[in-house]
C-alpha cells in the first residue's frame, strides 16, 4: 500500500527512517527488559517464558499490522465509525474474557473492588481500549493506515517516560539513545512521505500548466 520509491532520495529517507525507528524501539525495549530478565530466567520455567512472550509477541504485531491494512477496505463498506470502534471492543472483550476462564481458574482474582485493580480496569477500558480504537478508526479514515503504524512505536517512548515520572523508574542510556531514535525516524519517514507527495502533486499538475501556457500563447 506504501511506495518505497528507491530511486528517490526521499523513497530511501522513508526506508532509512523505519529502519531507525524500529531498531529504536527494540532498543528501548531491551534495555527495559534487561533488569527484570535475570529474576524471569531464575523463577521456574523462565527460559520458555523468555521464548515464548516474544513469539506471541510477534504474532499479536503481524495480526495487529493485517488488521490495520483491512481497516481502510472496510470502512468503505461500512463507514459508521462508532458502531465499527464498538463492535470491535466487544469482540475483543469477548475473546479476552474466554482466554481468561481457560487460564485463570482461580475466581478469588476475579473479584473487583475500590482499588488499583478497578482504576486500572476503567483506563485500560475507557482509554486503552475504547478511545484509541476510535482514533485509530478516525486517523485511518483520513491518513491511511501507514500513518497509524508508524506512529506506534512512540507508545513504548511515552510508557518509559511516564514510568520515570510516575514509578520512580530509572531511565538507563539505551532507553534514552532508544527514544531519540524513533523521534529521529518518524520524523524522517513522515517528512520523506510528505516531500514525495509534494513532487507527485508537482508531476500531475505540470501537464496542466504547460497547456495553459500553450493557450495563452
Known sequence: ???????????????????????????????????????TSS?????KKLILGPVLLFLSSVAWSLWLIVQPNLLKQYPARLRLSTLQCLLGSVQST???????????????GWNIQLASLVYCGVLVTGASYGLQIWCIEKKGPF????????SLLITAIFSAFVWAERLRCGSILGGIMIV??????????????????????????????????
Not at 523513497?11 to 527484570?36: D, E, P, Q, R, Y
Not at 500513518?147 to 512512540?154: G, T
Open 147 to 154: 500513518y497509524v503504524a508508524m506512529f506506534f512505536p512512540l
Open 1 to 39: 500500500m506504501e511506495t518505497l520509491g528507491w530511486s528517490s532520495f526521499y523513497g530511501i529517507l522513508k526506508i532509512v527512517g523505519m529502519v531507525i525507528s524500529v531498531g529504536g524501539a527494540v532498543l528501548l525495549s531491551f534495555t527495559n527488559s534487561m533488569g527484570s530478565s535475570k529474576e
Open 43 to 47: 523463577a521456574g520455567g523462565g527460559h
Open 98 to 112: 474466554v482466554a481468561a476462564l481457560a487460564l485463570q481458574r482461580n475466581f478469588d482474582s476475579w473479584k473487583i
Open 184 to 217: 529521529g525516524g518518524l520524523y524522517s519517514v513522515l517528512w520523506g512521505r510528505s516531500k514525495e507527495g509534494t513532487q507527485q502533486m508537482l508531476k500531475s499538475e505540470a501537464p496542466g500548466e504547460k497547456i495553459q501556457d500553450v493557450e495563452r500563447r
